[in-house]
């Protein structure tokens, strides 16, 4: 049935208005201000050292998260984010890691301070675990944030945040990922703030609310720590720094970072003209069994030193999975803004969102009302939204000579989602969701190719685990992991290929895996080109049922290609949940970049090049570029000359008639 209105729950979606700045006080908790006076008054020298310390403080807050966790998705992919906020929750500094997850904390901590201040209220040493996206703190239920607030002579002087993916929090099916839903309801509980640790003391009650939900408590419990742990290196860090510089002082950078962001994005935005720039990214299939194609519309206007962000148009959520909330929405702005628009300014969100308005209408695929189905949220109108956000700023910054260079294409246009739960090679139940899509392609620069397998611009420090390590923690074996021919977008500048995953289960029971598959892109391309650049090809997954890949094995052969594997190919749809026998066989093959200009203005030797390389086959050297090799595969200049000639005549006489009737307007 269709998703019914829920009574009550709009509370949980409310944005509190902004605090005066004369505000001393939320509900029990007094604040910590300082005036503007002081922030004018910081000098140069200490405002560099202490903005640059607190960098460092978030980057040692995802060390912590990483040396604590037993998760590959965090250890070994970096799938976490962490930030430093203000006593009102304004973002001062996030790391490098999921800018998704940093940019939406924001809104859990101004929700948390607005509704648990007085009851339960917190003081030192407490700390609030939220997965609700609706309040913000993560753009799925499987991103889990922890925040502590940071007093100092019984002030709230601050916040910080640790966020994470966790593999599995309960919902219908393995992993939280339900293909078949149809609300939140077949999804995990999304869980608004609560106090996890009082008086610095973990509660064990609320623990087992919170672990009894998953299939996998132990390695919950452990992310769970990690980020307790990674919340108490930054206040020991934060309470060090502000006994060497004094609590107004460092206060007073914090303030001065935001202030900063805001002026130098503002002066950015001033030197580049006025107009406005639309995109529409599309996704193939809300759910299971869903063959209709969802639509996020957007028109982004410069206007003087600001952004509107209008996503009026975009369709309504759906029955399924891949909706998101404001919280989904937002982070598929700021990383953007962060990488192309902002790489030489304070990573300050605080200072950047007020630089930049938002429209959207609630009920809408990117800003959907509860209770919605969210549980691909990050990876599906969240991600999304942030390709529409990339191909409008960066054609905003197309029509300056300096800011141009900052652009980029669209990377690796959505994440081929690898869900597997099973017995492990060691007889205990395992769910992981593999990341081996994290290897997107980058998309194309204005004046260079995008980087192979270069990753994804939402996580700058995102990473793919070694095939090694994949196999020693999971009953699997890799077949291969490659890059794929053909994948990155061609333009005069190529998008960087996408890669390609392939193994069957090894080490495990007689019934195999569960496999989890919710890769969109198989029908429409998600990482579109720019000035004339094609999009990257779309993705591609294949199921090899009952494959003669052991009797390779048992022969002393190893399959190279599907032709040396046997079996029944079947290929996947963008949702699919099933089993995976001991003789099948999964490959999945993910997104590259887009491209950047006309093929046609490529440089043949690059196009030779690439051919030679195996990142570009020889039949789309000749039709998609234009270039004609000889045996060698040398560029015949001649002829592509010719033929590129040729090409564009064909081109040109390539219109369509268009017969406008009386009073019609074209």
Same mark, same amino acid.
């Given at each position: 049935? %269709? ?7 709009? /509370? ?34 200490? $405002?560099?050292? !202490? ?21 590959? !998705? ?18 001062? #500094? ?64 601050? *916040? ?31 869980? %608004? ?9 973990? /509660? ?40 060497? $510089? ?26 580049? %003209?006025?107009?406005? *720039? ?56 700021? %990383? ?16 950047? $969102? ?117 196999? =020693? ?29 392939? =193994? ?45 890949? /052991? ?49 046609? @203005? ?20 000749? @039709? ?18 010719? $033929?590129?000639? #040729? ?17 019609? /307007?074209?």
């Amino acid at each position: 049935m %269709p998703a019914v209105p829920v009574a009550g729950s709009e /509370r949980f979606a409310a944005q509190p208005e902004p605090l005066a700045p004369d505000t001393r006080a939320i509900g029990e908790v007094d604040l910590h201000r300082v005036n503007p006076d002081e922030v004018a008054a910081l000098d140069p020298l200490t $405002y560099e050292v !202490v903005r640059h310390r607190l960098a460092a403080i978030t980057e040692e807050m995802g060390d912590a998260i990483k040396r604590m966790s037993g998760s590959v !998705v965090v250890t070994d992919c970096n799938d976490f984010g962490a930030a430093i906020l203000d006593e009102t929750g304004d973002t001062v #500094q996030v790391g490098l890691y999921n800018m998704q997850l940093a940019a939406s904390v924001d809104m859990a901590v101004k929700w948390t301070l607005h509704h648990r201040s007085s009851n339960p209220g917190f003081g030192p040493g407490d700390l609030f675990l939220c997965n609700d996206p609706w309040v913000g703190g993560g753009l799925h239920q499987n991103d889990v944030t922890v925040l502590a607030p940071l007093f100092h002579d019984g002030e709230l002087f601050g *916040w910080t945040a640790a966020v994470a993916h966790q593999v599995d929090l309960g919902g219908v099916s393995p992993g939280s990922w339900s293909v078949d839903g149809r609300d939140v309801f077949w999804e995990s509980i999304p869980t %608004p703030p609560v106090k996890i640790v009082e008086n610095g003391r973990l /509660r064990a009650d609320v623990e087992d609310v919170y672990l009894r939900r998953s299939r996998v408590p132990k390695l919950v419990a452990l992310d769970l720590r990690a980020k307790i742990g990674a919340n108490n290196v930054a206040h020991d860090r934060l309470h060090a720094l502000i006994g060497k $510089y004094g609590a107004r002082t460092v206060k007073a950078v914090m303030k001065r970072m935001m202030n900063d962001a805001e002026t130098r994005v503002r002066a950015k935005l001033a030197e580049l %003209p006025d107009g406005s *720039w639309g995109a529409v990214a599309h996704q193939d299939g809300g759910r299971a069994g869903d063959r209709a194609i969802h639509k996020i519309v957007l028109t982004m206007t410069k206007s003087g030193d600001r952004l509107t962000f209008d996503f009026t148009g975009t369709d309504p959520q759906v029955d399924g999975i891949i909706n998101c909330t404001l919280a989904g929405l937002r982070g598929g702005i700021m %990383p953007v803004l962060l990488t192309m628009l902002c790489p030489d300014i304070p990573w300050a969100p605080g200072g950047i $969102y007020r630089a930049v308005d938002i429209v959207s209408e609630p009920g809408t695929l990117n800003n959907c009302t509860f209770p919605a189905g969210i549980g691909k949220a990050s990876v599906a109108s969240a991600w999304a939204t942030q390709n529409a956000v990339s191909e409008t700023v960066a054609a905003m910054l197309a029509t300056h000579p300096v800011h141009s260079r900052q652009l980029m294409s669209v990377c690796c246009g959505t994440w081929d989602l690898t869900l597997l739960a099973g017995v492990d090679q060691r007889g205990g139940g395992f769910v992981t969701m593999l990341c081996d899509a994290m290897a997107g392609g980058l998309g194309a620069k204005i004046d260079g190719d995008g980087v192979d397998t270069g990753g994804e611009n939402c996580i700058p420090m995102g990473r793919v685990a070694d095939v090694e390590i994949n196999e =020693f923690s999971f009953p699997i074996l890799y077949l291969w992991r490659r890059e794929e021919t053909d994948s990155g977008g061609p333009g005069r500048y190529r998008g960087g290929v996408g890669a390609s995953s392939c =193994f069957i289960p090894h080490d495990t029971g007689p019934d195999g895996l569960h496999l989890v598959v919710s890769a969109p892109g198989k029908a429409v391309p998600q990482a579109p080109g720019l000035s004339g650049g094609y999009p990257a090809a779309t993705q591609h997954d294949l199921l090899i049922r009952d494959s003669a890949v /052991r009797a390779a094995f048992a022969a002393g052969r190893i399959p190279a290609g599907f032709d040396d594997m046997g079996g029944r190919r079947d290929v996947v749809p963008p949702h699919l949940e099933t089993a995976l026998g001991t003789d099948d066989v999964y490959y999945t093959h993910w997104q590259g970049g887009g491209g950047i200009g006309d093929p046609f @203005h490529r440089e043949p030797e690059l196009v030779a090049a690439d051919v030679v390389a195996n990142k570009v086959s020889p039949d789309a050297a000749r @039709h998609v570029y234009g270039v004609v090799l000889d045996d060698q595969a040398r560029p015949d200049l001649d002829r592509t000359a010719a $033929y590129r000639q #040729q090409a564009r005549v064909e081109r040109a006489g390539a219109t369509t008639t268009l017969t406008i009737s009386p009073g019609e /307007r074209p």
